[in-house]
């Protein structure tokens, strides 16, 4: 299964006590990395929610943003009688001391610290946290499902791409079988420039071999067959996939360096040339495989 790393998800709850907003964007990383944008009132699913997400997510730097308008009261307030009793002593106390004939007043005690306190109704605090809760993990789940069609666009793309590469690591091992005659040929017209005679058979095909041998490529070939077959299982038959295929895509960028390094035949080389191109391009694509 390939999914994508990128994606962004939408969900809307409404009841007679108040609507939750949902948002999450998704987007490239090389871990998870999840940051929360959500009301005082549900502070707590920070901490609750992060894990689920993980499972669903796997990998990517997550955005979440939780946007609830309250169509109830959640607090009332209190009087802290037994505050107000130590305070108007405290100000009948101050009156005496200074001299001072005035009362103290209402808005007096309405300055002061925690005369009137809120209490919360745990209830309902609870009943929004979990409405809110699903809410995100369905959202989550919308979101999933768009890198998941991303995941199938992309699998798509890759697979031809290594389709192609196939057939020209076929066309490069069908190049590099008379690498042997043309180190020969080489060695031949270069001793013909230099006015020496060419007909030393032996010391021509020994060097021919020797150069022959250090621009053989077989290894590297039958290293890129593996790699690209490798490459093929891992898209198609295992999840997550991107780190794998991101090493597998390095290795098949190395031996095709190598190749062209090797070898001096046009024709290989223009290949390896292509072959380049389209591995970049696939490299491309798996880093925003999950």
Not at 2 to 8: C, I, L
Not at 76 to 105: C, G, H, M, Q
Not at 183 to 198: P, T
Request: hydrophobic fraction near 35%; proline fraction near 2%; aromatic fraction near 6%.
């Amino acid at each position: 299964m390939t999914k994508s790393m990128t994606g962004y998800g939408k969900y809307s709850k409404s009841t007679e006590k108040y609507d939750i907003s949902i948002e999450i964007k998704s987007v490239n990383s090389k871990y998870f990395d999840i940051n929360f944008r959500l009301p005082k009132s549900v502070s707590a699913l920070e901490i609750t929610l992060r894990q689920p997400l993980q499972d669903i997510f796997i990998r990517g730097k997550i955005d979440v943003r939780i946007d609830i308008n309250m169509h109830t009261i959640t607090k009332y307030p209190s009087l802290n009688t037994d505050l107000v009793k130590v305070y108007r002593e405290i100000f009948t106390k101050i009156a005496e001391e200074a001299n001072i004939e005035n009362k103290p007043k209402l808005d007096h005690f309405l300055r002061m610290p925690d005369v009137v306190d809120y209490i919360n109704d745990d209830s309902m605090e609870e009943e929004l946290e979990k409405i809110t809760y699903e809410a995100v993990i369905e959202c989550a789940k919308k979101l999933d499902e768009m890198r998941q069609k991303e995941g199938i666009a992309l699998e798509k793309d890759i697979t031809a791409r290594l389709h192609n590469l196939a057939e020209n690591v076929k066309l490069i091992e069908n190049a590099k079988e008379d690498v042997f005659e043309i180190w020969k040929n080489k060695f031949i017209k270069r001793m013909q420039d230099m006015g020496v005679d060419a007909n030393y058979e032996e010391r021509i095909v020994q060097e021919a071999s020797i150069m022959g041998e250090k621009a053989d490529i077989t290894e590297e070939i039958t290293r890129l067959k593996s790699h690209l077959i490798q490459f093929n299982h891992i898209l198609k038959e295992e999840y997550p996939v991107g780190k794998k295929l991101d090493f597998l895509s390095q290795e098949i960028h190395r031996e095709l360096n190598t190749i062209a390094s090797k070898s001096s035949k046009q024709e290989i080389i223009s290949t390896v040339v292509e072959s380049k191109a389209e591995s970049d391009r696939i490299r491309e694509q798996v880093q925003n495989i999950i």
